[in-house]
């Protein structure tokens, strides 16, 4: 076993065009991953082939579970997914958007049930958003849905949760927010996480690795635990050209030089 998340020669393509060349990475239980890289560099690609949503070749093994050729119900047992823009309209609780989390573990003919509904709450205290709980999802701004949709997350309970700029419609307090519960729950859980996200700043302050992208390549990696100032300039270089590094006690802020 590689580890809870292998990704093995993954290429993907748009008709005859290659956008993904041969990316590999493995992911263990309890890792909060970032992938990082300009537009366009392939990392909504990634995540939307791990969900089956688009074609691809090559392996991605979940929980020693080949995840290509799953259906729908299979596959949401071993991932999750938070899309940087929520696609679900309103005329539907809150709530019963963070009860769709369960929809993998129930029949064709069953429904949430009272146990059921009381996780659902507990996940979204836990987020600090029960007050939405009856309130019309569609009413909801970008952020605040987001937020649902993390605890439609963690009610669905998979080994693997894979996030696309989850953090994107959020001010600035529930970013940090919303990335220290998702790494807390990572770490309690015992997860794979994999975020993408657009401040690489985020990335080096939560996540334990960052996966360097650059046109459908995977370039470098740095562990936070372990990576030093010049390595991190060096190879966040790569994909972000001259960059200025700064420190302050365990922590590294990135900016672009002048």
Do not use: W
């Not at 392996?59 to 991932?79: M, P, S, W, Y």
């Not at 966040?236 to 590294?252: K, R, T, V, W």
């Amino acid at each position: 076993m590689s580890g809870l998340l292998s990704l093995k020669g993954v290429y993907i393509s748009y008709g005859k065009n290659e956008i993904v060349h041969g990316v590999s990475f493995d992911m263990n239980g309890g890792e909060f991953c970032a992938l990082l890289g300009l537009n366009g560099s392939g990392k909504t690609t990634i995540l939307h082939a791990c969900c089956g949503f688009i074609p691809m070749e090559g392996r991605c093994i979940v929980a020693d579970t080949e995840c290509k050729g799953l259906n729908e119900k299979k596959r949401a047992k071993l991932i999750s997914f938070i899309p940087q823009v929520c696609s679900l309209q309103g005329g539907r609780t809150a709530l019963d958007v963070v009860l769709m989390g369960f929809n993998a573990q129930l029949g064709l003919l069953e429904f949430p049930s009272a146990v059921h509904k009381r996780a659902a709450l507990a996940a979204m205290e836990r987020l600090n958003c029960a007050e939405f709980a009856e309130k019309d999802f569609g009413t909801l701004s970008q952020g605040q849905r987001q937020i649902v949709i993390l605890a439609r997350c963690i009610v669905q309970d998979s080994p693997v949760m894979l996030m696309d700029e989850p953090d994107n419609a959020l001010d600035f307090l529930n970013r940090h927010m919303v990335l220290s519960k998702i790494r807390e729950l990572i770490k309690e859980e015992n997860k794979a996480g994999l975020i993408t996200l657009h401040d690489p700043n985020f990335a080096m302050a939560y996540c334990d690795r960052l996966l360097l992208l650059k046109e459908g390549r995977l370039v470098g990696e740095l562990n936070m635990r372990s990576a030093k100032s010049d390595e991190l300039k060096e190879k966040l270089s790569l994909i972000y050209g001259d960059i200025e590094l700064q420190q302050n006690g365990n922590n590294f802020l990135m900016g672009k030089a002048l």
